[in-house]
T-cell receptor, first 112, second 115 residues
Framework: GENVEQHPSTLSVQEGDSAVIKCTYSDSASNYFPWYKQELGKRPQLIIDIRSNVGEKKDQRIAVTLNKTAKHFSLHITETQPEDSAVYFCAARATGANNLFFGTGTRLTVIP | DTAVSQTPKYLVTQMGNDKSIKCEQNLGHDTMYWYKQDSKKFLKIMFSYNNKELIINETVPNRFSPKSPDKAHLNLHINSLELGDSAVYFC??????????????FGEGSRLTVL
């Protein structure tokens, strides 16, 4: 099955700086790559996703990049704010599959 | 209006007991899931049901038995609870559209503590 690795496991940045979280996946059939944010004590929620037919997608301060050849994808958060502090999960899924394989999570702390 | 709701939110019980967690979604989705999140925050899929039929059953002890009475409900029953079962259990749902499966909507989680 799919194996998704995520780095770093923890990340601290100063408010206003950028944060980058990286993931790699093993299954070349994977073509859907969402990112979920989980605030303390809350449920994971989708913040952005990318499909394999594009290399980059942006939504305000958040962007994702995908390199299918190298099988890695990244989340970029610019101008970080304290409310960005949370655990972020990357995930991968193959076409027609139901199973979403999650990375191990990155705890992001934005220091005011 | 809660999209995916699960009960109870907290469950504290003794080893060896049997317990159930219920989940309901009002999004009209075809597929429902159970995920387990351990103390290290790893999110691991346990089961997936599509229109009441089991389609994914990851390596989970057979003490865990899911039941889907209809496509809006997916319950999780756990027999003979063990200390290692302590975790947060998340129910989720998604809608398939052709070969694409959409966003996962998670419930609020049920924190199970086994003493």
């Amino acid at each position: 099955g799919e194996n998704v690795e995520q780095h770093p496991s923890t990340l601290s940045v100063q408010e206003g700086d950028s944060a980058v979280i990286k993931c790699t996946y093993s299954d070349s059939a994977s073509n859907y790559f969402p990112w979920y944010k989980q605030e303390l004590g809350k449920r994971p929620q989708l913040i952005i996703d990318i499909r394999s037919n594009v290399g980059e997608k942006k939504d305000q301060r958040i962007a994702v990049t995908l390199n299918k050849t190298a099988k890695h994808f990244s989340l970029h958060i610019t101008e970080t704010q304290p409310e960005d502090s949370a655990v972020y999960f990357c995930a991968a899924r193959a076409t027609g599959a139901n199973n979403l394989f999650f990375g191990t999570g990155t705890r992001l702390t934005v220091i005011p | 209006d809660t999209a995916v709701s699960q009960t109870p939110k907290y469950l504290v019980t003794q080893m060896g007991n049997d317990k159930s967690i219920k989940c309901e979604q009002n999004l009209g989705h075809d597929t429902m899931y159970w995920y387990k999140q351990d103390s290290k925050k790893f999110l691991k899929i346990m089961f997936s049901y599509n229109n009441k039929e089991l389609i994914i059953n990851e390596t989970v002890p057979n003490r865990f038995s899911p039941k889907s009475p209809d496509k809006a409900h997916l319950n999780l029953h756990i027999n003979s609870l063990e200390l290692g079962d302590s975790a947060v259990y998340f129910c989720a749902s998604s809608q398939a559209s052709g070969s694409l499966t959409g966003e996962l909507f998670f419930g609020e989680g049920s924190r199970l503590t086994v003493l």
